[in-house]
């Protein structure tokens, strides 16, 4: 397992992230607080707080190609 953390600063980011995402078999989780939804749901992801960083596991072994295509919303 993967977790690292990002900002979606905007209604086209949260669309860019979610799109990346789906490319890929494995589950990913987003935690926001005491909420945990499906990286794969943009129905999920607007009902979290998007104005602080949100937690991400990505349950993969190996997930490289995938956290270079999110790369641009990794905050430290």
């Not at 799109?19 to 926001?32: E, G």
């Not at 979290?48 to 641009?72: C, H, Q, R, T």
């Amino acid at each position: 397992m993967v977790t690292f953390r990002i900002m979606l600063k905007s209604i086209n980011d949260v669309k860019d992230f979610v799109n990346i995402v789906n490319k890929y078999d494995f589950d990913v989780d987003l935690t926001s607080g005491r909420y945990i939804v499906d990286a794969k749901s943009i129905m999920g992801i607007f009902s979290l707080d998007l104005s602080k960083p949100i937690k991400v596991e990505v349950y993969a072994d190996g997930a490289d190609a995938f956290m270079k295509e999110v790369s641009s919303f990794i905050v430290d």
